[in-house]
């Protein structure tokens, strides 16, 4: 089945480490995004890559580091200069992200991340 | 800069019930493309619809519509006769095709009840 896959589902890590949270495509899709989601908060753009070994920073990105090496990965490293980690991460894909026409984005299944 | 407001936090309905989500939007851009977003409580957001600013038709898709108003900047969803798997957090969204990153609203929680 084609889709996106986020691994793992739910994450506890101490304050202060780094934390890597994996994002897997195998839609054939250029572009991805990591979001941040909060209670009562919507969904906040953390990073995006339109193509692969490229990326820009989202509205939140401080404290977050990303690498795009393959088409269908994009880790989402949180480090320990992120105030408030503990959130719920969504990464997502779409077909194209350079031609300028907004392909829907097709969501992984969230990682649970707590820090304690 | 784009803003997405979906004023309403929770809706509580009773199954079979008839349930309009509002999406009011704020945009510079005379051409953009709005969204809705499905979801459940599994946390994958799920793609419902994509309508661009040219298009003002209503369309209708089984049990959901969409209502696309540009003199109020709003585009509701409903969805006729509830039922309790229609039960999610449901996301309006806007980009601008001057942009490249969709905006979300805060999201609607709706709960079905039986």
């Known amino acids: 089945d084609g889709g996106i896959t986020q691994s793992p589902k739910y994450l506890f890590r101490k304050e202060g480490q780094n934390v890597t949270l994996s994002c897997e495509q195998n839609?054939?899709?250029?572009?991805m995004y990591w979001y941040r989601q909060d209670p009562g908060q919507g969904l906040r753009l953390i990073y995006y890559?339109?193509?692969?070994?490229?990326?820009q920073k989202g509205d939140i990105a401080e404290g977050y580091s990303v690498s795009r090496e393959k088409k269908e990965s994009f880790p989402l490293t949180v480090t320990s200069a992120q105030k408030n980690p503990t959130a719920f991460y969504l990464c997502?894909?779409?077909?194209?992200?350079?031609?300028?026409?907004?392909?829907?984005?097709?969501f992984g299944p969230g990682t649970r991340l707590t820090v304690t | 800069a784009q803003k997405v407001t979906q004023a309403q936090t929770e809706i509580s309905v009773v199954e079979k019930e008839d349930v309009t989500l509002d999406c009011v939007y704020e945009t510079r851009d005379t051409t953009y493309y709005l969204f809705w977003y499905k979801q459940p409580p599994s946390g994958e957001l799920v793609f419902l619809i994509r309508?661009?600013?040219?298009?003002?038709q209503n369309e209708i898709s089984g049990r959901y519509s969409w209502n696309f108003q540009k003199s109020t900047s709003s585009f509701n969803f409903t969805i006729t006769a509830s039922q309790v798997v229609d039960s999610a957090v449901y996301f309006c969204a806007l980009i601008e095709t001057s942009g490249s990153r969709l905006t979300f609203g805060e999201g609607t929680q709706l709960t079905v009840n039986p």
């Open positions: 309508r661009n600013s040219f298009d003002e």
């Open positions: 839609l054939n899709h250029d572009a």
């Open positions: 890559s339109q193509i692969v070994n490229d990326f």
């Open positions: 997502a894909s779409s077909i194209d992200g350079t031609s300028g026409y907004p392909y829907e984005q097709y």
